[in-house]
């Protein structure tokens, strides 16, 4: 069956970085775009970043643009956030999914960004 599994979330000071990782298996990975969502506490599932099967397009959402980059391992199935410049209002739980619309989503990773 379709499994992403997270890791990679702590807590860390602002201005801090975080590479979060995402193992998946079950799907033909090296054919799926695919994504991070975040949910802030209270908040909705908001979408990060994609990135094509081949990892040559990427797209951000605004607020991250220039601080995280998002990357694959075909070889390994594995898709990766790499997060720098982190501020309080990135603080969530962090998902990897292989649909746009992140119904097919991990458990997530917390990320909590505080001094």
């Known amino acids: 069956q379709v499994q992403l599994v997270e890791s990679g979330g702590g807590l860390v000071q602002p201005g801090g970085s975080l590479r979060l990782s995402c193992a998946c298996s079950?799907?033909?990975?090296?054919?799926?775009?695919m994504y991070w969502f975040r949910q802030p506490p209270g908040k909705g599932l908001e979408w990060v970043s994609s990135?094509?099967?081949?990892?040559?397009?990427?797209q951000y959402t605004n607020s991250v643009k220039g601080r995280f980059t998002i990357s694959r391992d075909n070889a390994k199935k594995e898709l990766y956030l790499q997060m720098n410049s982190l501020r309080s209002e990135d603080t969530a739980t962090y998902y990897c999914?292989?649909?746009?619309?992140?119904?097919?989503r991990g458990q997530g990773t917390q990320v909590t960004v505080s001094s």
């Open positions: 079950g799907f033909t990975f090296n054919m799926n775009r």
């Open positions: 990135i094509s099967f081949g990892g040559l397009d990427t």
């Open positions: 999914a292989k649909d746009e619309k992140g119904y097919f």
